[in-house]
């Protein structure tokens, strides 16, 4: 058994000695055999983003089989907004890759992610996870290359007040326990996210702590590897779930929201990209970064306004995206520069082993595993992301960067080195849902292209977007707290 198989935490993978990718029905009809597997569930991510469920309990060897080729039917107008009641029913099918043990239920049972497919047995076209397929194809087809991305994951727990060792407002960052709290519900998230199929890097606390009355919230982040989108996406929807299930057994609530409480910390969804072709890193050389890259940035600058649409979902989103919260608001892009919207962090280019032998002068040259990491990273999004449509919508980004012919122009004019905020004519992101949706039915054109995007989804979220009703929300609600507040409530589980 390869050490790919002997390390990997998903059991299945283990117990088959094989990839997720590689799953037949017969392998997890024979793991459901071996492991006295009772019942199972099928997930799928509706029009909302979140994941659903339907139970299934296994009444015969026939009956699995026939589940697991056919799917099962499911009211599509309860899921999707724009799927109208006449013509409601869908297929769902489960994916036998996503196939994990679920880590939570006291019976022996086994979940699969499925895909969405209509009356005539053809995918669904405004399903979150077929638009996300769509285009990673498009930009396939067009450029030969595909989006691979990891995202970073902030969140809050609530719990009473620790009167021995109390947090410190606004520094949390990496801190550890006793002085950061919660940190066992964040282990415990990462086992079983990484049990289901997450590929997890790391995870740890973050920068925001907040006191309010009794009530302590502190601020924690899982960060993610680079896998195709497709899988990127999966992974982030599950992980919340797991998140909310892990908090709950402990009496903890956990909330993703973009904003708490105004002047803290709010909760971003931090996204990193890298453009791969033939199993290579195109984002950057032993020269640094390349020009392949640089017309992925501008493409993302370019459009960055309508990816709010995408990724700033409800109005507390832009109570986050002001000045002087490590948010950003200005449209430009830099180096390890936290104030852009667009940054490039380090990728280990250049080092080699130096830091390896200097940290540890035992061992030889050449000893350690180096590759080329470099991504970059778009800072805007939020918990409050449809997380399908906002990779399908970087996807698109990318390749509207990577075909316009100023991209090198655009990249280099708006590349900064000072404080974004103090930069004076950069364009600004929308301050509100409503001006969000007015810019993505100003680009719906570069989203409907090749049909990724179809245009009854795009006039159903411009739709929603505008009905907040949010234009100049933050100047209508400075110094109202309890107007404040009520809204921060009334979004403070979305995602």
């Known amino acids: 058994m390869s050490d790919a198989i002997a390390l990997n935490p998903n059991k299945l993978v283990r117990a088959l000695g094989k990839p997720a990718a590689e799953f037949t029905k017969k392998d997890i009809v024979r793991f459901i055999e071996q492991n006295d597997i009772r019942m199972f569930n099928f997930r799928y991510v509706a029009g909302d983003g979140r994941l659903k469920k339907l139970n299934f309990v296994i009444n015969s060897r026939e009956h699995l089989d026939k589940v697991l080729s056919m799917g099962e039917r499911v009211d599509g107008s309860s899921l999707f907004p724009f799927v109208s009641a006449d013509s409601s029913d869908l ?3 489960p994916r036998y890759r996503t196939a994990f043990v679920n880590p939570f239920s006291e019976v022996p049972t086994l979940d699969f992610i499925c895909s969405f497919y209509n009356n005539q047995g053809e995918p669904l076209e405004s399903a979150p996870e077929y638009i996300l397929r769509k285009a990673q194809r498009e930009l396939k087809e067009k450029t030969g290359c595909t989006l691979e991305a990891l995202g970073e994951l902030e969140y809050y727990l609530f719990s009473e007040v620790d009167r021995i060792y109390p947090i410190v407002e606004q520094k949390g960052y990496h801190e550890s326990h006793p002085f950061s709290k919660w940190g066992l519900v964040r282990r415990e998230a990462m086992q079983v996210i990484s049990e289901m199929g997450g590929k997890i890097k790391y995870g740890h606390a973050e920068v925001g702590n907040i006191i309010s009355g009794d009530l302590e919230m502190v601020q924690h982040e899982i960060e993610f590897l680079p896998v ?8 982030l929807v599950t992980a919340k779930w797991a998140l909310r299930e892990v908090a709950y057994k402990h009496g903890l609530e956990v909330s993703f929201a973009p904003k708490i409480i105004v002047g803290h910390a709010g909760s971003g ?7 791969v072709k033939d199993g290579v890193n195109l984002m950057a050389d032993e020269n640094g970064l390349t020009e392949t890259a640089k017309k992925v940035i501008a493409g993302y600058l370019m459009c960055s306004e309508s990816l709010t649409a995408f990724g700033n979902t409800v109005p507390t989103s832009f109570l986050r995206l002001v000045p002087h919260q490590e948010a950003p608001t200005s449209i430009c892009w830099g180096d390890r520069n936290r104030s852009v919207l667009v940054r490039v962090p ?6 080699g082993d130096r830091m390896l032998r200097d940290a540890n002068p035992l061992e030889p040259a050449g000893s350690g595993t180096f590759e080329n990491n470099q991504t970059v990273e778009i800072r805007s999004p939020d918990g409050s992301a449809n997380v399908h449509l906002l990779l399908a919508g970087l996807a698109v980004a990318a390749r509207y960067g990577l075909e316009h012919p100023d991209a090198l122009k655009i990249a280099e004019e708006l590349y900064i080195r000072a ?4 930069v004076p004519g950069l364009k600004q992101l929308p301050a509100s849902c409503f001006e969000a949706g007015e810019c993505l039915g100003r680009d719906r054109a570069r989203y409907e292209e090749g049909g990724v995007f179809p245009a009854g989804l795009l006039d159903s979220l411009i739709s929603r977007l505008q009905s907040f009703d949010d234009l100049n929300m933050s100047e209508k609600l400075f110094g109202n707290a309890d107007s404040l507040r009520q809204l921060v409530q009334r979004n403070l589980h979305c995602g």
């Open 269 to 275: 969804l931090h996204v990193h990209s890298r453009l």
């Open 346 to 351: 380090l990728g280990w280019t250049g080092v």
């Open 91 to 93: 297929y769902v099918v």
């Open 419 to 422: 404080d974004a905020t103090k």
């Open 228 to 235: 195709p989108i497709e899988d990127a996406a999966d992974q």
